[in-house]
């Protein structure tokens, strides 16, 4: 169960926004698992920060997220070496849930011998970040945040905020969930079905980029929370044929606090 937070929200200081300079919806079928780990995605020829084993062990959305960071940068058609300096925030929607559950499972039965030393650099809040951020080459932070329904709102609070920081050119910001959710039975099992996605974001500074879509997050929410968990599919939909000027609320906090809003390309973040 999530917790609401009950300190206040201060936006005083600098303008939370950030402009979409690329961006890419991947959807990894069950089927799809096995082969994206050995190559998660469109890799440039000679890029040797992802060997076959990296993703080995990995959860799904850590995979379905590396997928669809490389997928960002060829269709941007630029190499991986570009983004050496960039942050990566990962906001995972309950992160090896069923993987754990079975694991709980076979701890219960079998104990510490029935327990893989995976599960703790795999299965934790922070690894889609530090993979993602290994497979890039990545000297800048790495974070993961949220981990439950409203990750996304997580997500984007903490990428606009190292942006306003201006201490980075630019943030990855990569959301993941399973649609529909991988609900783990009485016994542990959660049969793996529907499809894994992954909104991969490469964002950089409110003055940077005019003319692109933009993400920004206001406080003083007044309309009601919307509906979470976001789908990433229609955050996509939207990043592509959006034109009205006006802002589009696609998360709020738990609370409603504080709400993300997209704005087409055409209006700027301001």
Not at 30 to 52: F, H, K, S
Not at 100 to 121: K, Q, Y
Request: glycine share 12%; proline share 8%.
């Amino acid at each position: 169960m999530e917790r609401v937070a009950t300190y206040a929200w201060d936006f005083s200081g600098p303008v939370l926004a950030g402009n979409v300079m690329g961006h890419c919806l991947f959807r990894m079928a069950p089927g799809d698992v096995q082969a994206l780990r050995r190559r998660p995605g469109p890799i440039p020829d000679g890029w040797g920060r992802v060997p076959p084993s990296l993703l080995r062990n990995s959860d799904e959305q850590t995979i379905a997220g590396t997928a669809a960071v490389f997928t960002a940068i060829e269709v941007m058609g630029l190499h991986p070496e570009r983004f050496s300096a960039w942050g990566v925030v990962a906001a995972s929607r309950y992160l090896g849930r069923a993987n754990l559950a079975v694991a709980l499972r076979d701890f219960m039965a079998e104990g510490v011998w029935g327990t893989s030393p995976h599960l703790i650099p795999h299965f934790a809040l922070h690894s889609p970040s530090g993979t993602i951020s290994l497979a890039l080459g990545s000297h800048g932070p790495n974070l993961g945040v949220g981990g439950g329904v409203h990750a996304a709102a997580d997500g984007f609070l903490a990428a606009l905020t190292w942006l306003a920081a201006g201490e980075l050119p630019g943030v990855w910001l990569v959301l993941t969930g399973w649609s529909p959710e991988l609900v783990p039975d009485p016994g542990g099992d959660a049969p793996r079905m529907g499809e894994c996605l992954a909104l991969a974001l490469a964002l950089v500074g409110a003055d940077n980029g005019a003319g692109r879509p933009s993400f920004r997050a206001v406080t003083g929410a007044d309309d009601l929370p919307a509906d979470a968990p976001l789908d990433l599919a229609w955050v996509a939909e939207n990043l592509e044929s959006r034109t009205d000027p006006s802002s589009l609320t696609i998360a709020t906090d738990l609370a409603g606090r504080v709400r993300i809003e997209l704005q087409s390309g055409s209006d700027g973040p301001g």
